[in-house]
């Protein structure tokens, strides 16, 4: 999803409607709470199961009506059918967005220039690293704890002390929702780059203040500042960078190497987090959250090119100098 919405998507606007997909994930989240909330105990979990049909069924209706993604399009060298489609997303924005020659020669050099097209030399080294960031970006979002905090934040506010754990977690799934929509409403005006940069530092602070503060109000405090920096960058922007960073080509195929470690990492994280807490502490768990945050930080400056305010087009042509 993150592809397709990154490719029907203008410049001017690719990073607010990027953002969506991470939006409905959070807003998916926050009604899976309530709903664990509101269903009876009893036979629950086939209940929530015949639940979440529902937005799996529209999702599919929903594609099965979308038009194909002219860039994709342009780049097998569909070009009349790109710009049909072209037209029907963007009207009079079609002819800029849509900057590939009718045979699609441009995207198949570029392919070749990046190592799609089965040649070596640095093109391919360029390739591999575009891949590996996404990668990678993934792996360490994965690593900064955030999903130990969505799927333990009840058990975290009960052994806390927490009057209301089910209360408490429902702040934070809202809080997510808050904060995403925040990114969305600024994150074509602010660098990519800044975005996680900070989103990463307040995030490891957060870490740190509950590794160091143990009381409830520490507890809760900590969460939801964390839970709303996650939001406001680290959230949305990796699911935006990683098809902006790679080729038309190759694109598909970086998306799923990036999918691919996000899932294995959660699983990981997921399967981990209650064994480390056992082994280290929750305070030890939350040290290295936070460390690993800091270190997020260091690698975002260093390593990650910056694509914001630039076309697909203009960065792909980048790609393949």
Request: glycine share 14%; with cysteine.
């Amino acid at each position: 999803m993150p592809l397709y919405i990154s490719e029907i998507s203008t410049t001017r606007n690719r990073g607010s409607l990027g953002s969506l997909n991470q939006l409905t994930i959070c807003v998916g989240i926050l009604l899976a709470l309530f709903a664990n909330v509101a269903v009876a105990p009893t036979g629950a979990w086939r209940r929530l199961f015949g639940l979440a049909v529902a937005p799996g069924a529209l999702l599919a209706l929903g594609m099965a009506a979308a038009p194909e993604s002219p860039r994709w399009l342009a780049s097998v060298g569909a070009h009349d059918e790109a710009l049909r489609a072209g037209r029907a997303l963007w009207g009079a924005e079609c002819a800029a967005e849509l900057q590939s020659p009718p045979d699609g020669r441009e995207g198949k050099a570029q392919a070749a220039a990046s190592g799609g097209g089965g040649g070596g030399g640095g093109g391919g080294s360029a390739l591999t690293r575009t891949v590996a960031l996404g990668g990678l970006l993934f792996l360490l979002q994965q690593f900064s704890g955030i999903n130990a905090v969505v799927y333990f934040s009840s058990k975290v506010f009960r052994d806390a002390g927490v009057a209301s754990e089910t209360l408490a977690t429902l702040a934070v799934g809202a809080l997510n929702v808050v904060g995403t929509v925040l990114a969305g409403s600024i994150i074509d005006r602010v660098r990519r780059k800044t975005l996680l940069c900070v989103s990463w530092g307040a995030m490891g602070a957060a870490m740190l203040g509950m590794a160091g503060l143990r009381t409830p109000a520490a507890a809760v405090a900590g969460t939801l500042l964390y839970i709303f920096a996650f939001a406001c960058g680290v959230g949305p922007v990796p699911g935006l960078m990683v098809p902006e960073m790679n080729p038309s080509a190759t694109r598909g195929q970086a998306v799923s190497v990036a999918m691919g470690s996000h899932w294995v990492c959660n699983a990981v994280i997921g399967q981990a987090f209650l064994p480390a807490v056992d082994a280290y502490g929750l305070p030890g768990v939350y040290a290295f959250f936070g460390a690993v945050c800091f270190a997020e930080v260091a690698f975002v400056r260093l390593c990650v090119p910056e694509t914001s305010g630039k076309s697909m087009e203009e960065i792909e042509k980048g790609l393949a100098v």
